[in-house]
């Protein structure tokens, strides 16, 4: 089993509406958690870094992390045609080699 | 340019040939990471470096990958006798330190043909 699930998708929805895309995981060390954008043949693109249980919002973009259910979320509101890309997760241990252990990526298209 | 910046963009190569990438960090990053993307999945861990100390390597890293990052600054990775399976995104992401969000370059897609 994976320490990270993602559901690949594809998720297809049209402009305007309110995507959600989630995350799971095993190991309850993780503590940060992150969201990248990776457009076609691009390098990911961070999105949102949050620590705490709770939300956090940048723009049309929310971030949510339950520690207790080991489940995030990424809520886009007012979904443009511009976000269609892959949105993968990402969460590093407090301790040890922080290096990031990803999901597999939930492929998104926003249909105009 | 303040972002994360890999070299070449794309590489074709023979079975059996060695390659060299190279990253060039963000200014003042002290942690470097590399890692391996394969077609519809997230990244894997490859290696990271602490300045010029390379600090884990995964497993994935067979004894045909080697990575240096002298002085701290640039990195190679350097993949000898490659195979078909070698084919991957190779990227190279950077932070300032252990607990800050990491930045991604553009990545280095290698085809071994």
């Known amino acids: 089993q994976k320490e990270v699930e993602q559901d690949p998708g594809p998720l297809s929805v049209p402009e305007g509406a309110i995507v959600s895309l989630n995350c799971t995981y095993s190991?309850?060390?993780?503590?940060?958690f992150m969201w990248y954008r990776q457009y076609s043949r691009k390098g990911p693109e961070l999105l949102m870094y949050?620590?705490?249980?709770g939300n956090k919002e940048d723009g049309r973009f929310t971030a949510q992390v339950d520690k207790s259910s080991k489940y995030i979320s990424l809520f886009i509101r007012d979904s443009q045609p511009s976000d269609s890309a892959t949105y993968l997760c990402?969460?590093?241990?407090?301790?040890?080699?922080?290096?990031?252990?990803f999901g597999q990526g939930t492929r998104l298209t926003i249909n105009p | 340019d303040t972002g994360v910046s890999q070299d070449p963009r794309h590489k074709i190569t023979k079975r059996g040939q060695n390659v060299t990438f190279r990253c060039d960090p963000i200014?003042?990053?002290?942690?470097l990471y590399w890692y391996r993307q394969t077609l519809g999945q997230g990244p894997e861990f490859l290696t990271y470096?602490?300045?010029?100390?390379?600090?884990?390597k995964s497993r994935l890293l067979s004894d045909r990958f080697s990575a240096e990052r002298p002085k701290g600054s640039f990195s190679t990775l350097e993949i000898q006798r490659t195979e078909q399976g070698d084919s991957a995104m190779y990227l190279c992401?950077?932070?300032?330190?252990?607990?800050?969000?990491?930045?991604f370059g553009q990545g280095t897609r290698l085809t071994v043909v």
């Open positions: 990402a969460m590093v241990r407090f301790q040890g080699a922080q290096k990031l252990v």
């Open positions: 190991n309850s060390a993780f503590q940060y």
């Open positions: 200014s003042e990053h002290n942690r």
């Open positions: 470096f602490q300045n010029e100390a390379q600090l884990e």
């Open positions: 992401a950077s932070s300032l330190n252990i607990n800050t969000e990491a930045f």
């Open positions: 949050t620590y705490s249980s």
